[in-house]
């Protein structure tokens, strides 16, 4: 568990001190209908995700692999052929398009929704463990699948795909590569935050197509997206970095992710409702 387990405790703990610290009468306080509907929601389809089984749960992970691979196919084609990294950039949402349409779930997806619900009470800190876990190997199954596929199909893509898959593998361990992954576990967050304040298709689109452009185009450190990248490179045999590089790029990127998505969003936007968190809990026991 270690890092993300931390990170976890600590926004229960921030959350349950933030009531307990609520003067007395604190339910005759007003209340933000949209911002409770928000978090009723996200509870509800945690609890659904962490209860998952483990079939499911590597379907929809590996799915979501194919998905932002989709997107990756689309940069690598624009940016080859136009040598715009902002036009190749403006391509890539179709990859989360898929994301939201196909339902399907990327790792850093997983920070708020589930989160909220483990902080409300429902599940286990296994499970969710567990659901990042799977997740996240299911994403890079997925990727490592659209990598051969598309530098197999697309063999003049590959100096492009290495090209980009370096930059990711040798940003290092740093304090720069670690705020440009804070950053993208924020954008990544605030994104999944976005498309669950309403049920409506167009708002959704609008969040993923902003959001997932904007991930790109400051080229921020996103564990799968990267890695994704990084695996054409590596496949296509003009990388000029290794595997090893591929891991400790993983690593370093998915940890700065975790903090900037559950440390810098999901805890705010829990503080928004503890009492709605304490109600919850109250349910459950």
Known sequence: MGPAYAVTARVERLVMTSDEAAEPGQDDRPREPAVEEAFDRLVSEGSD???R????????????????????????????ETGQPLLAAAAFPVGFIALLLARSELFTENFLVPVTARI???????????????????????????AALIINA????????AELGRHYATLGVSWRSFLLAVLGGIIITLLTRM???????????????????TLVAAQLFHSVLDSILMFTGLLGGQAGYT????????????????VGGIG??????LLQTPHRVAEERDGQS
């Open 49 to 51: 995700r962490l209860a």
């Open 53 to 80: 089984p483990l079939v499911p749960l590597l379907a929809t992970g590996f799915v979501g692999g194919i998905d932002v691979g989709v997107g990756v196919l689309a940069f690598l084609v624009v940016d080859h």
């Open 120 to 146: 409300a009470g429902r599940g286990s800190w296994w499970q969710l463990v567990r659901l990042w876990l799977v997740t996240l190997a299911a994403n890079l199954a997925g990727g490592i699948v659209m």
């Open 154 to 161: 697309r063999p003049e893509l590959r100096a492009t795909a």
């Open 195 to 213: 498309q669950h304040v309403s049920d409506e298709l167009g708002p959704k689109l609008v969040a993923g197509v902003a959001m997932s452009f």
């Open 243 to 258: 595997w090893a590089d591929w891991a400790g790029a993983l690593g370093w990127s998915g940890f700065g992710n975790l």
């Open 264 to 269: 810098l969003v999901t805890s705010l936007r």
